[in-house]
C-alpha cells in the first residue's frame, strides 16, 4: 500500500494545536498562485507609486536637495574624466568621500540599482521587501493569500513612506532587505549547510553595503536573538558536530558578509575617529565637566538621544495622532474654520522629540492579531525569540527615558555612541510585529468552531476588551492633556490656542477612529467564532480592514512630488551673486551667513555647493575639526557689532562673505548687491592665499587651548601656524616666497613654490592623514603637520619646488579587492553547492 503523504504544518505552529477547520482553498495551484501573487505585488506598487514609477516624479525633501547640492560639483567632474572624486572640495571646507560611494563590485544591489534606473528605486525595493516577506512566509508554510496579505502590511507601514520621502533611501533599502536576511538565516537555523550559509552572507553583505550601520547592528542582534537557541540546544543535546559546524558556518558567513562590503565599510570606520560621530566636539565653555566625563569619543549622550521614544508615545502605534502626528501637518478639519481649505502647515507634534516626519503607526488590527500570535504561540522558541527582541527594542528606543539601560550599551557596546536616534529601533520591530500578525491570524485560522464557548475563546474577548477600555482611558487622557510640548513653544496666545484646538481635534478623531476599529475587528471575530463567516471570509474583511487603515494613515504622510531635474534647475537656478562669484577664476571658499528670501540658513544650506567651495553646508557626518571651528571660533570674533572670528576665514582661504543685509566692518568690501535675491557679497580685504609660508609656529597640544588660541585677536595665521607637536627642523621666515596654485581637482592639487629659506607652507585642506600625500618634487613628504586645529602645513626647503597634493586613500582601493575575493568565495560557494545537489539530485533519480 502507497505511503500517504502527511500534511505540512506552519512553523511555529505546535502540533498539538493543529485543529481541522475550514482553509482558505483556491482552485488553482499553490505553484500558479506564488507567480500570481507577486506579479500581484507589481500591479498594487505600481497604483501605489504611480506618480514616482509612472510619472516620472520624486520626493521634494531636504535630504534629497541638500545631497544635489553637496554633490553635484564631484559627480561634474566624474562626468567630464571619468575619474571618481574620493574627496569634495566643495562643502565644510572639504571632506572625504570615497568611504561614501555605494559598492562597486558587482552583485545583487547592483542588479537592483539598474533596474531602479529603469523603473524606479523605491518601487524596486518596496518589491525586494515584499517578495522576502512573501518568500519567507511561504519557506514557513503559510498559505500564499496569508504570505501576500501580510506582506503588504509589512510594506505599507506609514514610517517607510516617510523614509523615502524625506531623502532617508539607505535606511529604506537596509529595512527592505531584512526580510530576505532572515529568511536566509532561518533557512540556514533549519539546514545548517554551506548554501545555506552563503546565502545568509550574501543577503547580510547586501544590507551592510547600503552604509546603514545603525539598521544593520539592531539586524546584526535580530540574527543573534533567533539564532542563540537552535544553536546552543545543539550543545546542550551534545550534538558537538553539529554545534561546532553550524558555529563555524555562521562565523565564516558573518566574516564573508563584513568582506563583501569591506568596501565601504571598513572605509566608514576608517573616517568614523575624523568625524563628529566618531569624536565628541570640545566644549570650552564646560572643558572641566567635558574632561572629567572621559567622553571623547562618539556623539555626546544628549544629541544621541534627542529622537527617544518616551513610553507614552508608544501609544502612536495604536492612535496615530496621539501627540499630534507629524511636526509639520495639514489641517483638513471643520472646528477651526479660519485654517481649513488654506493647505496651512500646522505644528502638529506635540510629543517629547525634538520634531518628527514621520507616523510609527503599526496598525490597531496588525496588534490585535500579534498579540493573538504571541499569546498562544508563545511557547514556540521562535516566536519567544522574536518577542524578547521586540520588548528589548522597545526598551532601547526609550534612549534618554531609560537611560540606565540605554547607557549600558552607549559606554560599553562598540561603535554604538555613533549612533543617533534610539527611536530607529522601532522599524525592525514593524517587521516583527506584522510577522506575529500572522502568526495571530494563524492561530485563528486553525481555531476548533465546531461549537461556540466562550470558556474557549475568552482570551481572545479579554484582549479585544482591554484594547476597547484602552479607548476609554484614551478619551479620559484627552480630557486632562493640553496639547502643547514639553517646554513651551514660543507662539503667540491666540495662535497657540488655534494649535491647541486643532492637535485636540486630531487627537479625538483618532480615538473615536481607534475604538471603532476595535469594535468592528471584535464583531469579525465573534461573527467568525459562531461561524457565521468562513475563513475566507474573514480573511478577506479583515485584510482589508487592515489594509485600508494603514493606507489612510500612510496618506496623510505626503510631500510634494517633482521632476527632479526641474526641481535642480528651478533651486539652484543661477543668481546674480552665483554669477559674480563664479566669474573670479580664483580658487577660494565662500562664507553664506543670515537668512535667505525662503527662510533657511544659509551657512547650513548646501545650495552654495552647488557652484562654490562654501565652509559651510549641512551634513550629519562632518569633519569634527571643522565642525569645532564653526562651533566654537567662527561667530566668536571680537568685534560684537559683527561677530565674525577673522582667523577662521584666514585659515579656511575665506574670499567673500555673503549675507542678506548690509553691515560696516573695515574688513569688508562691498563688492556685489543682488537685489532680486537680498543678498550682498562683500570682499575680505584681509584673506589669505590657499597656500602660503609662514616662519613662526607655535606648539598647542591641547585642544581647549588650541580653540582658545584661534580665538584670540593676538594670533595672526599669516605670521604663525598653531602646530599639535614639535617640529623637527628649523624654519625661519622668508624674505622672499610665493605659492602659485597651478592645477587643482578634487583628487589633485598642484602649486609651483619658491622661499629663500626654509619655512613652513600652511596649505588650506582640511586634514585627514588616511588620504592625502603630499609630494615634493615628486618625492613624498615623511610629515604632515595638522595646522590651526583643521589644515595641513609641510616643511619647504628654500628654492623653488612643485608641492603636489594627492587625495589617495590606499585602503580604497585594498578594501575593493577585499570585496571582490569574498564574493568570489560567495558565488563559488553557492555555485558548487547548487551543482552538488543536482548531480545528488540525477543519481538517486536514476
Known amino acids: 500500500m502507497a505511503k500517504t503523504k502527511k500534511k505540512s504544518i506552519p ?203 545603525q539598521i544593520v547592528f539592531y539586524t546584526g542582534l535580530f540574527i543573534f536573538a533567533i539564532g542563540v537557541y537552535p544553536i546552543l540546544r545543539d550543545l546542550l543535546d551534545k550534538k558537538y558536530m553539529v554545534f561546532i559546524k553550524s558555529l563555524a558556518l555562521v562565523l565564516i558567513a558573518v566574516i564573508l558578509a563584513i568582506m563583501m562590503a569591506a568596501q565601504p565599510l571598513f572605509l566608514s570606520k576608517e573616517y568614523l575617529p575624523y568625524s563628529k560621530r566618531g569624536k565628541t566636539t570640545i566644549d570650552i565653555k564646560d572643558q572641566q565637566t567635558a574632561q572629567e566625563s572621559g567622553k571623547s569619543e562618539g556623539v555626546s549622550m544628549e544629541y544621541a538621544t534627542q529622537w527617544s521614544t518616551h513610553p507614552s508615545e508608544l501609544a502612536t502605534w495604536l492612535v496615530p495622532r496621539f501627540y499630534g502626528g507629524m511636526s509639520s501637518e495639514t489641517y483638513k478639519g471643520d472646528l477651526v474654520p479660519q485654517a481649513k481649505n488654506r493647505g496651512i502647515q500646522i505644528p502638529g507634534y506635540w510629543g517629547q522629540m525634538p520634531f518628527t516626519q514621520s507616523y510609527e503607526y503599526i496598525g490597531i488590527i496588525t496588534i490585535i492579531l500579534a498579540i493573538f500570535g504571541m499569546i498562544y504561540y508563545r511557547k514556540e522558541k521562535f516566536i519567544l525569540s522574536l518577542i524578547i527582541f521586540m520588548a528589548f527594542l522597545i526598551l532601547l528606543s526609550f534612549g534618554r527615558h531609560f537611560q540606565i539601560f540605554y547607557g549600558l550599551f552607549y559606554d560599553y557596546v562598540p561603535f554604538f555612541d555613533k549612533f543617533r536616534a534610539p527611536m530607529m529601533s522601532v522599524a525592525v520591530t514593524y517587521f516583527i510585529m506584522v510577522f506575529l500578525a500572522m502568526m495571530g491570524i494563524n492561530y485563528l485560522k486553525n481555531l476548533n468552531r465546531e461549537k461556540f464557548n466562550f470558556e474557549r475563546y475568552k482570551r481572545l474577548f479579554y484582549v479585544l476588551g482591554g484594547f476597547a477600555a484602552l479607548g476609554l482611558i484614551f478619551l479620559i487622557y484627552g480630557q486632562m492633556a493640553d496639547f502643547t510640548k514639553p517646554g513651551g513653544e514660543g507662539y503667540q496666545a491666540d495662535t497657540m490656542q488655534i494649535i491647541q484646538s486643532i492637535r485636540a481635534e486630531f487627537f479625538y478623531k483618532d480615538v473615536f477612529r481607534y475604538i471603532l476599529l476595535v469594535l468592528i475587528t471584535g464583531g469579525l471575530i465573534l461573527f467568525y467564532l459562531k461561524n457565521k463567516i468562513n475563513f475566507t471570509a474573514f480573511m478577506i474583511f479583515i485584510s482589508i480592514l487592515a489594509i485600508g487603515d494603514l493606507l489612510i494613515v500612510q496618506n496623510w504622510v505626503h510631500k510634494d512630488l517633482t521632476d527632479v531635474k526641474k526641481l535642480e534647475r528651478q533651486y539652484f537656478k543661477k543668481t546674480n551673486t552665483d554669477a559674480f562669484l563664479l566669474a573670479d577664476k580664483e580658487v577660494f571658499r565662500i562664507l553664506p551667513v543670515g537668512k535667505s528670501a525662503s527662510g533657511s540658513d544659509m551657512f547650513s544650506d548646501n545650495r552654495w555647493a552647488y557652484y562654490h567651495q562654501t565652509i559651510g553646508g549641512y551634513t550629519p557626518i562632518k569633519m569634527y575639526t571643522i565642525e569645532e571651528l564653526v562651533e566654537k571660533n567662527i561667530f566668536n570674533g571680537w568685534d560684537p557689532s559683527f561677530p565674525i572670528n577673522w582667523n577662521v576665514l584666514k585659515i579656511l582661504n575665506v574670499k567673500y562673505i555673503v549675507i542678506s543685509q548690509q553691515v560696516q566692518s573695515d574688513f569688508l568690501e562691498l563688492v556685489n548687491v543682488d537685489q532680486q535675491n537680498g543678498l550682498f557679497t562683500y570682499l575680505y580685504k584681509e584673506r589669505l592665499p590657499r597656500a602660503c609660508f609662514v616662519g613662526n609656529y607655535k606648539v598647542v597640544s591641547d585642544e581647549y587651548e588650541r580653540i582658545r588660541v584661534i580665538n584670540s585677536r593676538e594670533f595672526d595665521p599669516a605670521i604663525t601656524a598653531v602646530l599639535e607637536e614639535e617640529m623637527t627642523v628649523k624654519i625661519s621666515v622668508p624674505d622672499s616666497s610665493y605659492a602659485n596654485l597651478t592645477l587643482f581637482t578634487p583628487n589633485r592639487i598642484t602649486y609651483d613654490v619658491y622661499t629663500d629659506k626654509q619655512a613652513l607652507l600652511k596649505l588650506s585642506e582640511v586634514d585627514y592623514p588616511p588620504g592625502w600625500k603630499i609630494f615634493i618634487d615628486d618625492r613624498q613628504v615623511d610629515k604632515i603637520y595638522r595646522t590651526d586645529h583643521a589644515i595641513q602645513s609641510v616643511v619647504v626647503p628654500a628654492g623653488r619646488h612643485i608641492i603636489e597634493m594627492r587625495f589617495e586613500p590606499d585602503s580604497y582601493y585594498k578594501n575593493i579587492n577585499i570585496a571582490y575575493v569574498s564574493l568570489g568565495l560567495l558565488y563559488l560557494s553557492i555555485v558548487l553547492s547548487l551543482g552538488y545537489q543536482y548531480l545528488r539530485g540525477r543519481k538517486s533519480g536514476q
Not at 495551484?29 to 500591479?43: C, G, L, V
Not at 510619472?55 to 564631484?74: C, K, R, T, W, Y
Not at 520621502?165 to 538565516?185: D, Q, T, V
Request: net charge positive; glycine share 6%; with cysteine.
Open 11 to 213: 512553523a511555529g505552529v505546535d502540533k498539538g494545536k493543529q485543529k481541522k477547520s475550514p482553509e482558505v482553498k483556491f482552485s488553482i495551484s499553490t505553484k500558479t498562485q506564488d507567480i500570481i501573487f507577486p506579479a500581484a505585488f507589481i500591479i498594487f506598487l505600481l497604483i501605489l507609486l504611480k506618480p514616482l514609477v509612472i510619472d516620472g516624479l520624486s520626493p521634494q525633501g531636504v535630504d534629497v536637495v541638500g545631497s544635489i547640492g553637496a554633490h553635484e560639483q564631484i559627480q561634474e567632474y566624474t562626468r567630464e574624466t571619468g575619474e571618481k572624486a574620493l574627496w569634495n572640495p566643495a562643502v565644510f571646507s572639504g571632506m572625504p568621500r570615497y568611504h561614501r560611494y555605494d559598492a562597486t563590485t558587482f552583485s545583487l544591489d547592483t542588479i537592483l540599482t539598474r533596474l531602479g534606473g529603469l523603473t524606479n528605486n523605491i518601487f524596486i525595493y518596496y518589491l525586494f521587501g515584499a517578495l522576502g516577506f512573501y518568500f519567507l512566509l511561504r519557506m514557513m508554510k503559510m498559505s500564499p493569500l496569508m504570505s501576500f496579505i501580510c506582506a503588504l502590511l509589512f510594506i505599507l507601514m506609514p514610517h517607510y513612506k516617510s523614509l523615502y520621502l524625506e531623502g532617508h533611501n539607505s535606511k529604506f533599502r537596509a529595512l527592505m532587505y531584512l526580510p530576505w536576511i532572515i529568511l536566509c538565516f532561518k533557512y540556514f537555523i533549519d539546514r545548517r549547510t554551506i548554501l545555506a550559509a552563503a546565502l545568509f552572507a550574501l543577503s547580510f553583505g547586501l544590507q551592510i553595503r547600503t552604509q546603514h550601520y
